[in-house]
């Protein structure tokens, strides 16, 4: 159905269209009756519905009704795979629209910028391109139905201290190219209906109050179509907010703000056209959402089946010798609380009420060799003798152990930052006492971030179950018994200590919070700095073996405009059916800036049976070979060579080629007295400037080649080569103005230079 907003706009008092501006109560928008606006209701999201019918609140205190709680994004981006994320929103949008909900307040989007924040078990990831990818599939599942999403927190949140009032200080380099791109790729290929903003400020400004952030970038470059909603309370300044880009306040101000924004136009300060724009980006999306509701029928226990399936596909095996995977006729010790009472969600506001919880006891209530030994407690960090002693009991005579560790709930949480990235100690000790009786020992790890893993060496086996979501057991015992074959992979890396993070020193400071690491994140810096972590990036083993063969491109020269089509062979060389990851990195050759060694530009699932080989195809564009050129405000990649690598993960690279890249781009000239002449020499339209400066330098200190042909003697040529050597630097760092100094010009004539150099 056709609307005509603006008439409806115009329709509206100055105080029904503020009213518009923030929601009614914590979870609805206002409506007017009179005008036929419903007032439509939003719920977090993003792993599931946390629809609260009675008392609202936004972190996860109130109930909430029963629901489906789905994997976290820590889990589903292990996945890599499109098309189940797909299908992962499909369902929540099914769920959303029964429940008559207008939005979910998902994807959660932000960069794991260390292993300690608190939410990182609802954010997918180290990596912009993936959690990107993921997102978009994830939006465009869901609004198939015409339920909005609500991606999230835009923009730079990537700590829990002080959320709602420290600035991350980022370069903008580092912005656009870590922080922005999962949403920049979200919003271009997916539309989400909403967007977030966070409750942090970016660079002294609020988000919520940006309009370089909510304006300039979110709709000028990146053609942002639907509303912006705050976090729930990150509203500072309304009238700011809305002429910044923030359309919706949530929850509501008790009418405050509105007031604000009444006043406001009364006086002057605020164009009503500001307004009447907001309240149109609104209703379009309401209606949106309103004008294509039907009759919804979603089954709880086919969402669980979901859940189930995205749990299997997500986990990652981190580690087998052999042992895995397990045969019904063993004798399994299962031992840990965490086998009864899994941990498979965070707390704060994306807690689901589950309809149900499987834990690998329930699902394995059928296997007659499998014992449970509680061994330690879930919930707190606490040895007990008598539990530990009764585990190494049941250990020793059993033939493999599985033990079941993880985080406490209030080890990680919304709303504070872990101190550490420590298991329990209690856990720590009881693996180690059990692995010095029983070689052949399972750890399954239940845990939103990265923990350290002291006992790496002690185990055969370890696979990485993250927070799994309501099927949780389900999932971890048809892995472990071999019924799935694991197919996740690292969404990032996991260090071995908490000190190798490039955050480390400057993470959760107080007000101010510097990203001195820039966009050395993740790989990008473990790699940089050939540090050896205990698992890559991308790194996930299966019960099969994969091998890559043929990697072909369809041309190895590329203009700006090209696009490059990348094709590998992989193929199952075990004996079961399993699926791979297949991962595409490019590393800049061009020595044009300083960069990643490698960042991911690609990657697919493909599932193969035994013997099975199937073609993977990627495409490449120019923006998969550029970094973001702050001068040029735009994405550069440098004439030169780029190489194209085919991984099983980051840090194992099975294949690669060269393509050679011209660009013709120019990057903008803005010389001035401090331009040096290394400078003026690395770019070849200025480079003759820099040349005759140069031959000036070279002629005053008599340098140069022609001192190099008298050398007579061995010490005489390496005392000249040293000595052009220094001078050379010396010059190159030597600003414009430098050469005044010896007399070489005049000012005015250095001044003719750079305005002939500025009109190029
Ligand atoms: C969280 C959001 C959430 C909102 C509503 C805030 O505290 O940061 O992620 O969607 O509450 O519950």
Redesign the pocket.
């Known amino acids: 159905m056709e609307r005509n907003l603006k008439e409806l706009v115009a329709q509206m008092t100055l105080e029904e269209k503020a009213g518009m501006c923030s929601g009614l109560d914590f979870w609805h928008l206002k409506g007017v009756e009179r005008l036929g606006i419903p007032s439509v209701m939003v719920s977090?999201?993003p792993h599931g519905l946390r629809k609260q019918d009675e008392s609202g609140d936004?972190?996860g205190i109130n109930d909430s009704i029963k629901a489906v709680c789905f994997p976290p994004a820590a889990l589903s981006a292990c996945s890599f795979d499109r098309e189940l994320m797909h299908t992962f929103g499909d369902a929540i949008g099914k769920e959303a629209q029964a429940q008559n909900l207008s939005v979910v307040?998902g994807p959660?989007v932000n960069i794991k910028r260390s292993p300690l924040c608190g939410r990182n078990f609802e954010y997918y990831s180290e990596d912009p391109y993936l959690a990107g990818e993921t997102a978009a599939a994830f939006i465009d599942g869901v609004q198939t139905h015409h339920v909005g999403t609500s991606i999230?927190?835009f923009a730079a949140n990537n700590q829990e201290f002080n959320r709602m009032s420290c600035s991350s200080d980022v370069d903008e380099r580092t912005l656009r190219e870590i922080y922005l791109p999962a949403f920049e790729t979200a919003v271009k290929k997916a539309q989400p209906y909403t967007v977030?903003c966070s409750y942090n400020k970016i660079n002294g400004t609020f988000a919520s109050e940006n309009p370089w952030l909510l304006t300039d970038v979110l709709r000028d470059e990146w053609g942002f179509e639907g509303y912006v909603m705050s976090?729930?309370g990150a509203v500072n300044e309304r009238v700011e907010g809305l002429k910044a880009g923030l359309e919706l306040e949530m929850p509501t101000s008790y009418g405050i703000n509105d007031r604000e924004i009444i006043a406001a136009v009364k006086d002057g300060s605020l164009d009503e056209a500001v307004l009447d724009r907001a309240v149109e980006r609104i209703l379009r999306i309401v209606f949106l959402y309103w004008d294509n509701r039907e009759e919804q029928d979603f089954a709880l226990e086919a969402d669980h089946a979901l859940a189930k399936k995205i749990a299997e596909e997500s986990m990652v095996l981190l580690k087998n010798d052999n042992v895995l995977p397990l045969n019904k006729n063993e004798k399994i010790a299962v031992i840990g609380e965490f086998a009864v009472k899994p941990r498979f969600q965070g707390g704060g506001?994306s807690h689901i009420n589950s309809f149900k919880i499987s834990s690998l006891m329930d699902a394995l209530k059928e296997y007659e060799n499998v014992t449970y030994i509680k061994g330690f407690s879930a919930d707190e960090d606490c040895y007990e003798e008598a539990l530990a002693q009764e585990a190494l009991n049941a250990a020793k005579s059993a033939d493999k152990v599985v033990i079941c560790a993880g985080l406490p709930d209030s080890f990680e949480s919304?709303g504070y930052d872990r101190s550490h990235m420590h298991l329990p100690e209690c856990q720590n000790r009881l693996i180690r006492e059990i692995t010095a009786v029983q070689p052949e020992t399972i750890v399954v790890l239940h845990n939103g971030s990265p923990v350290e893993i002291p006992w790496l060496s002690d185990v055969k086996g370890l696979l990485e179950a993250y927070l799994g979501g309501q099927a949780v057991g389900e999932a971890v015992a048809d892995i472990l018994f071999g019924n799935v074959n694991p197919s996740g992979k690292l969404a990032e890396t996991i260090p071995y200590k908490l000190s190798d993070n490039p955050s480390y020193l400057s993470f959760g400071d107080g007000d101010h919070v510097t990203y001195n690491e820039g966009i050395f994140v993740g790989y990008r810096y473990y790699d940089a700095k050939e540090m050896p972590v205990a698992f890559p990036f991308g790194y996930g083993l299966s019960y099969t073996t994969f091998a890559y063969s043929n990697l072909t491109l369809d041309r190895n020269n590329v203009a700006d405009e090209d696009t490059v089509t990348v094709t590998v062979d992989v193929t199952n060389t075990g004996s079961v059916k399993g699926k791979e990851i297949v991962q595409l990195y490019v590393s800049d050759l061009t020595g044009a800036a300083r960069r990643p060694l490698r960042e991911l530009k690609g990657y697919e699932k493909v599932s193969l049976k035994p013997g099975e080989t199937k073609t993977v195809s990627f495409t490449l564009d120019y923006r998969s070979f550029a970094w973001y050129h702050t001068a040029l405000h735009d994405w550069y990649a440098a004439s030169g060579e780029y190489e194209i690598q085919i991984g099983a993960s980051s840090r194992d690279i099975r294949l690669s080629e060269i393509v050679h890249l011209t660009t013709e781009k120019l990057l903008p000239i803005q010389t001035h007295l401090n331009t040096t002449l290394g400078e003026l020499l690395s770019d070849e339209r200025t480079a003759k400037y820099g040349l005759k400066l140069k031959k000036k330098m070279d002629a005053f200190f008599g340098g140069g080649a022609a001192a190099d042909e008298d050398a007579n003697d061995a010490e005489e040529a390496a005392d000249e080569a040293v000595g052009d050597a220094m001078g050379d630097a010396i010059a190159f760092s030597m600003p414009m103005r430098g050469v005044l100094s010896f007399g070489l010009c005049t000012k005015e004539e250095l001044q003719n230079m750079i305005d002939e150099m500025n009109q190029l």
């Open positions: 977090d999201g936004h972190l307040l959660a999230k927190h977030m976090d729930w506001s919304e």
